[in-house]
T-cell receptor
């Protein structure tokens, strides 16, 4: 499968713990996006990278959230001191710069107990 | 501010009947509009975008700037069209994010 991959697919954690998710984009895609989706809602934008540069961040991305894309390939999204409100599906997408079609991964479902 | 509204959370039609999924947007500039679809147990995927003016799987959508709408239509629904549909908007002023509506779950009854 040469599509966007995400790991893990499911994560259950206790409130207050830190979690990290990984996204591997389609190999030639230089743009990478993170979204969050809660039940009954559409995806909400969190942040976006062009190569290794983080160019846009949503106000949804509180200080407890940090994202990196160190070599312009895979990306990680870390949530520190998780809260129950962080329970959601975290989606990653990638695209080429010149063709604006975002390809989505399967998502990581986070449950904070 | 960018906003996308899909007024119907659920839509149920019979096979062979016409389908229209509504999408209205709020944006002061010149947006790009998209429809994404998520079939059961599959990932979100692009169905169509207004600038390409294609018909995909029999679906079409026309951008109406006067009514700020981008409704998705299909003349004859098929059972395999049952899925979750999301309308999304991208602004024209440098921002690369997509703003999604809350989605419409379409069920095609046999």
């Amino acid at each position: 499968d040469t599509g966007v991959s995400q790991d893990p697919r499911h994560k259950i954690t206790k409130r207050g713990q830190n979690v990290t998710f990984r996204c591997d984009p389609i190999s030639e895609h230089n743009r990478l996006y993170w979204y969050r989706q809660t039940l009954g809602q559409g995806p909400e934008f969190l942040t976006y990278f062009q190569n290794e540069a983080q160019l846009e961040k949503s106000r949804l991305l509180s200080d407890r959230f940090s994202a990196e894309r160190p070599k312009g390939s895979f990306s990680t999204l870390e949530i520190q001191r998780t809260e129950q409100g962080d329970s959601a599906m975290y989606l990653c997408a990638s695209s080429l710069e010149v063709v604006y079609e975002q390809y989505f991964g399967p998502g990581t479902r986070l449950t904070v107990t | 501010a960018q906003r996308v509204t899909q007024p119907e959370k659920l839509l149920s039609v019979f096979k062979g009947a016409p389908v229209e999924l509504k999408c209205n947007y709020s944006y002061s500039g010149s947006p790009e509009l998209f429809w994404y679809v998520q079939y059961s147990r599959q990932r979100l995927q692009l169905l169509l975008r207004h600038i390409s003016r294609e018909s995909i799987k029999g679906f079409t959508a026309d951008l109406n700037k006067g009514e700020t709408s981008f409704h998705l239509k299909k003349p004859f629904a098929q059972e395999e069209d049952s899925a979750m549909y999301y309308c999304a908007l991208k602004g024209d002023q440098g921002a690369q994010k997509l703003v999604f509506g809350q989605g419409t779950r379409l069920t095609i009854n046999p």
